[in-house]
């Protein structure tokens, strides 16, 4: 290589390049253009072959190394250079699901770009200069001591063995192939390619989905395929006698639950039988389970789990818009906005990916503004932060509709011209003045009128909620007052705003939309209208009960009176996750015939007369609906567990035995008879699915390309509706003797009842107990520290788990995770439900605190 | 210093006590330039300066003028103005010198800039090493808030709001380089960035910016008070005004002096008020010019050379920063150079691969040049490396190593030659 030296400046810059090269052994060569670059490249390689350590047999990465191909595109595999390089073998193994190794790092730095750029963590950094250049993470201890949350982005675009998932020392890239799906975790609707060997999932990378653009989360990246070969996966189905669970064949299991729910039906009538459909699983299998209730079953008692966190938004949003559904697309609501409203949503935990979006938001200049009671995550990258007292969220959106009305920020054209119900909620507000309600909300007067302007006058401004509105005894009126606040500003039906509830469970928007409610058949078409019902009896080929159905919330007590006699619940573990854990004990004890068809032997399962095996994402192929109203596939990547039924066979089997036939071929076909009886998915088979990435609806015929924003010209139900809603006080408000207000929530690690997540064993190292915020103030006067055993109790229970002492809850208030079965927090919650969407408060209970005395657990 | 040259920067120097006391400042004509400007439109203002024909004293040599039309051109409200006090190599301590001083001129100088620019906020960047530095800046960014020369309506003049805040970094080398710096300011990590931006238009926080050298600012209260004509009269035709020069090494007379441009080489060398020659019964060999990232010449050469940038340009020479390292016979050109490779193997930023891991290897080699354990291939080997080296990397530090290496090798070609064994197997074909 022989470059020019500087030329042209008019007076010489010595930061550059003054003097040309020397040659003191003859001439030198003349080489072409292609030859110093060649040589350039070269040189390069030779370096970082000079101080790197090349052990490319014991290394992961080994055909999948930047370094190893840039190498052999040099045509150089061993350095020219014998100077000094840096140890090798140190190692840092603390993570639990990744390793570093210094020694293999080219410094490229990508992975804290990604870190800071992407997962806007800040926790990766190059450190030091010159030759002690090292990538280090937090304050240059290991990774365990840093903030690192393990997202396991750096991994991923790492390109040498530097960072490398633990999991890879088992599998070299040329053994494996790689399976596009969909991630089984929150709403989000992440694409992840999972990596596959011998028919064997072995580790998961981020594909550049839409939703997710190639990040994941730490359940996404690390514990999406651990639970697949679990040994604890049930493998053949299993009937109780005498107490005991024996494995039967499939079709004894069949033919036993046929006649036992046949028996039922006859001696009680159909109503007395019910079905739990599962969000966790395709909507093909969502598809066929609500419709064997509806046919075989023979009414509408079948339900999802999004009964106990979205149905407001189903409720509300259909009440007020005409979709209960995300108005925008996360990328829609996280690019180029001005302020983003966050209510109610710990994004960080609950839907990491989107988290990471909106901190991206705030690098590149969105304000955020914050209201929840807790001091959440993001709230370090908010501009405001009202920490209202739980379940007064509608209290502080009247005021902040209040101040918009009263300084004129109201759009007034909008209102009057795709809205009704305007002064009877304008009526209603004029009362809620900042002042009054500040002391209701415990936040400052201030701050609801900066919060109101900053919002009002912000050019783009999606309003983004999650459980913090809904899970409350008032979650339907929440929500609306979610549609009250954009459409009062017009922020509805425009890119980068809208209402945008966070869907919880990767297919729960896909379970609502395919009828698994028991007000609804697929495609929200309301049960009891007649044209819709005929519809369905034309399709479906047999005459339907046109009796609203009951929710999951009012089913299981609804054993207690003998009204549900028989239950088959697909893929739910109310034992966890229903509210008064006690009281469901009683629920499902008194069930005359319970049916569990689950991955696992959960806690509700134990309670069945027939358990079933069930497949998991991982071995089928079909579709999840993410929370923007994206359908996206989900394809097979492992080999299915021995033994175990396709889902939908099963209903359709059982719905055969039953008295009515069904049998499909695939899920494809599925798929297509959705088409046909959902006009919202008339557009969508697999075939355009597999073209695009994914496809948003209402998506009506085959040339309709989706739609991104909904109620653009206008709403879904015509005219948008505003809603007076009055504050009430949630029904069950701290007292002298249960003086603290609990909420419940997620945390980043687990995923709900943890059946899946538990399977990872680096996820229980990081999050592996229950515990319960508490306010440092409250604790010193307890004299509990943090870490210190206590007791919890509520009118409903008592249990048993660790304090976590700090200030991410406000005094007087607790929060608990809704995890663990050991210190399980829905012991304690109350089952009060809202009197729309039947949801249970799980944002407000009253419970009382007392330190566990000595011995401590030492766990 | 007895000198007979007009000093125009020193002037001040041993007069202030302490060299904060602004009354003392202003009966030595400080604050005079700054009067003088409040009175101008400020597009006279940088006419003014550009037709002083002040080079950048950081080493650039860019014109000043420019870079302030630059900045007052550049779109925004914002804007701010930048003092670059990140000096800190071997053989360079004018910067220093002056903000220990007389820090108010510097101070006078940045206002006037603002005063220009309508900058609202002024950032002094010095190395944190020198705590005693900063806490005179600091005391004498109090005075001069104190007697409103800093603060809201300076001098009463409405809507004139200026203040400077002094940030203490981490003493890198490579923060002297713009972006750097600007990374630095911002509380990134002091490295440069891979694709340049103007700092004119993109600077600080995304804002126009002036960055400007500590003895650049001191010279703008001087072009004020004497106009750009005397200014230009103090150097050459090309250049205006006087140069602080650091003279150090095997000379008689080492330290700080103030010299104008245009003045022989042999004069600053040899000349009584300056070096006063080679230290007793040596002779000079050779001289590195502007610092580290500078070129070496053989003192033999520089007998004809006036101290101008056009004169040494011409002898790839440059006046850079103002360091003047002088050596005399007994020190060996191969011992020389690997000090000074060292440098650039301590002050690479790690950012570049081939200034991270090519300087520690040039400085390797040079160890081996030292010990005459060459092989025949290896001044070629080197030669290439040190090619690659600054070709390859991005800012100025790997890009400038080459300057002293290769002016070296063509000054004393045979010192190189010596460290060889010729008799040795020859190295393989070198590989790049």
Known sequence: ?859 | MAQTTQLVLTKRFGKLDPVFDLTAYQGLEGYGGLAKAVQLDPVAIMADIAESKLLGRGGMAAPVGDKWQQVAKAKGDTKYIVCNANEGEPGTFKDKALLAQDPLAVIEGMTIAAWTLKAKQGYIYVQGRYPELVATIEAALQQARLAHYLGQEILGIPDFNFDIEVIAGGGAYVCGETSALLNALAGQPGRPDSKPTDPTQTGLFGAPTLINNVESFANIPVILRLGSGAFLALGTPEAGGTKLICLTGQIKHRGLFEVPLGLPLTDILNGAEYGGGALNGHQLKFVHFGGQAGAIAAAADLDELTYSYEALQVKNLTIGSGAIVVMDERTSIIDYLTSVAQFFMTESCGKCIACRLGTLRIYEMLQRFQQHAGVPGDLTYFEHMVDHVADQSICPVGQSIGNPIFSAMEQFPEEFKKTIDWQAQPKEEVPW
């Open chain 1, 1 to 859: 290589m022989r470059s020019k030296q500087n030329k042209g400046d008019t007076l010489p810059n010595q930061y550059g390049r003054l003097v040309a090269p020397v040659s003191l052994e003859g001439e030198p060569e003349v080489l072409s253009r292609s030859e110093q670059t060649r040589n350039s490249r070269r040189f390069a390689v030779d370096l970082e072959l000079s101080n790197h350590d090349v052990n490319c047999f014991e290394c992961p990465k080994n055909g999948d190394c930047q370094l190893q191909s840039d190498a052999m595109a040099a045509g150089l595999f061993h350095t020219s250079f014998h100077g000094k390089r840096q140890p090798v073998g140190q190692i840092d193994h603390s993570n639990p699901f990744f390793d570093y190794d210094p020694a293999k790092c080219i410094l490229c730095g990508r992975c804290s770009q990604v870190c800071h750029l992407r997962q806007g963590r800040n926790v990766l950094s190059l450190s030091g200069r010159g030759f002690a250049t090292k990538m280090v993470a937090g304050y240059e201890g290991d990774f365990d001591s840093s903030m690192c949350e393990s997202c396991g982005n750096c991994v991923s675009v790492c390109p040498t063995g530097a960072l490398t998932a633990k999991v890879h020392q088992d599998y070299r890239k040329w053994e494996t192939t790689q399976v596009k799906t969909t991630c089984p975790y929150c709403g989000t609707g992440c694409q992840i390619n999972l990596v596959v060997k011998n028919r064997k999932i072995v580790d998961a990378e981020p594909a550049n989905g839409v939703a997710n653009k190639n990040l994941l989360c730490v359940k996404g990246k690390f514990a999406s395929y651990k639970f697949v070969t679990s040994g604890e996966r049930l493998k053949k189905p299993l009937i109780k006698r005498d107490g005991e669970f024996v494995p039967v064949s499939w079709s004894e299991a069949i033919n036993y639950m046929a006649e036992r729910f046949g028996t039922l039906k006859s001696q009680y009538g159909p109503d007395s039988l019910a079905g739990f459909a599962c969000s966790r699983s395709t909507n093909e299998d969502n598809y066929v389970f609500q419709k064997m209730v509806r046919t075989a079953f023979g009414n509408n008692n079948v339900d999802n789990c999004a009964r106990v966190c979205h149905a407001p938004s189903v409720h509300g949003l259909g009440i007020t818009l005409g979709s209960g559904a995300m108005t925008n697309t996360i990328a829609d609501i996280t690019t180029d906005v001005d302020v983003i409203l966050l209510i109610g949503s710990n994004t960080t935990e609950a839907h990491p990916v989107i988290g990471a979006q909106i901190r991206q938001a705030v690098q590149h200049g969105t304000k955020l503004i914050i209201i929840d009671p807790r001091n959440i995550d993001l709230v370090k990258n908010s501009t405001l932060h009202l920490q209202l007292k739980g379940g007064t969220n509608i209290a502080l959106i009247n005021a902040m509709m209040h101040v918009i009305i009263k300084e004129g920020l109201a759009d007034e054209k909008f209102i009057a011209e795709r809205t009704e119900g305007y002064e009877a909620m304008r009526d209603l507000v004029a009362d809620y003045t900042p002042e009054k309600v500040a002391p209701i909300c415990e936040v400052a007067p201030e701050d609801i009128v900066k919060a109101a302007r900053m919002y009002a006058l912000a050019d783009k401004a999606p309003l983004i909620y999650c459980l913090g509105v809904t899970e409350h005894s008032f979650g339907t009126e929440g929500v609306m007052s979610m549609s009250n606040l954009a459409m009062l500003v017009g922020k509805v039906g425009r890119p980068g705003c809208g209402v945008n509830p966070l869907r919880g469970q990767n297919n729960v928007q896909g379970a609502c939309d395919l009828g698994a409610s028991p007000f609804d058949f697929p495609g929200y078409q309301k049960v009891g209208d007649p044209a819709v019902q005929a519809k369905f009896e034309a399709a479906w080929h047999t005459k339907l009960n046109d009796k609203i159905g009951l929710t999951e919330t009012q089913a299981l007590p609804a054993a207690q009176t003998g009204r549900i006699r028989g239950l088959y619940i697909f893929g739910e573990d109310p034992m966890a996750t229903d509210p008064d854990t006690n009281d469901v004990r009683r629920d499902l004890e008194n069930m005359d015939f319970l049916v569990v068809h689950d991955l696992f032997m959960t806690e509700t399962a134990k309670y069945a007369d027939v358990v079933l095996p069930g497949l998991s994402y991982a071995e089928k192929d079909g579709t999840f609906t993410n929370t923007e109203r994206r359908v996206q596939r989900v394809r097979q990547a492992a080999k299915a567990l021995g033994g175990v039924k396709v889902d939908y066979q099963v209903f359709s089997e059982l719905a055969t035995k039953m008295g009515y036939e069904m049998a499909y071929d695939s899920p494809s076909a599925i798929m297509d008879e959705i088409a046909q009886v959902v006009p919202s998915y008339g557009g969508i088979n697999y075939e355009r699915l597999e073209q695009n990435s994914g496809l948003q609806w209402p998506c009506r015929t085959l040339d309709d390309p989706g739609t991104p924003i909904l109620h653009v010209d206008k709403f879904t139900r015509g005219k948008g509706l505003f809603k007076a809603l009055p504050y009430q006080p949630p029904d069950e408000l701290p007292d002298d003797q249960y003086p603290f207000l609990m909420a419940t929530g997620r945390q980043l690690y687990q995923y709900n009842t943890r059946v899946m997540t538990d399977k990872t064993p680096g996820i229980d190292q990081l999050a592996g107990r229950s515990y319960i915020e508490m306010n440092t103030v409250d604790a010193q006067k307890m004299g509990i520290k943090d870490g210190d055993k206590v007791q919890v109790s509520s009118r409903r229970g008592t249990i048993q788990t660790y304090a976590a002492v700090a200030d991410v809850v406000s005094v007087g208030s607790v929060f608990m995770t809704l995890h663990y079965h050991d210190g399980n927090a829905n012991v304690l919650t109350n089952p009060h439900c809202d009197d729309i969407a039947i949801i249970p408060d799980y944002k407000v209970c009253a419970v009382k605190i007392e330190p566990v005395a000595a011995p401590v657990d030492s766990h």
